[in-house]
């Protein structure tokens, strides 16, 4: 079993996805797949197998949430030692290459959002820079090659 380790508004967010795909979710299945039943037969209905299929993918992503949710371990932030990079630490990196500084939140997958600067701790990046301290050079392996990245600073998310 994965500890999933998560913020407390991560777990929150999480929880309300649920509960939405398990009431509002299943209600507009239910609704469309009776709609596409009510359209004869079913043999040759495409809107009913596509409303079968996304009844298994909403049934899948519940199930997803349930497992993630159930192995939750929700952080504490005030008992985390902020002189090295762990779950929920902010920190500002330098991309030696092109001179870059970059700012991320190491977060759970399930919390990760790139465009709010919000990183996995699975991704590369994350996995380089756990347990790191601020001064630290580390390699990272990337998708593009290979990055050499220095921890500037770290901080705790409040």
């Known amino acids: 079993m994965k500890v999933n380790h998560l913020s407390k508004e991560g777990y929150q967010k999480l929880n309300d ?20 039943r ?3 037969d079913l043999s040759e209905n495409a809107e009913y197998d596509a409303a079968k299929e ?16 159930a192995n939750a371990r929700i952080i504490d932030e005030k008992n985390i030692d902020a002189s090295k990079v762990y779950v929920l630490s902010t920190v500002t990196i330098l991309n030696k290459k092109n001179n870059k500084k970059s700012t991320y939140t190491l977060v759970s997958p399930q919390e990760a959002d790139f465009n709010t600067g919000k990183i996995s701790v699975e991704s590369p990046i994350g996995k380089g820079l756990l347990g790191k301290e601020a001064g630290d050079v580390v390699t990272v392996k990337v998708p593009a090659g290979m ?4 921890i500037l600073s770290i901080e705790r998310i409040s």
């Open 38 to 40: 009510s359209k004869g």
């Open 147 to 150: 990055l050499e990245l220095e």
């Open 17 to 36: 996805e649920l509960r939405q795909l398990k009431t509002d979710g299943r209600k507009q299945v239910a609704a469309d797949i009776e709609e596409a």
């Open 54 to 69: 996304a009844q298994g993918l909403l049934e899948k992503k519940i199930a997803e949430l349930e497992n993630a949710l």
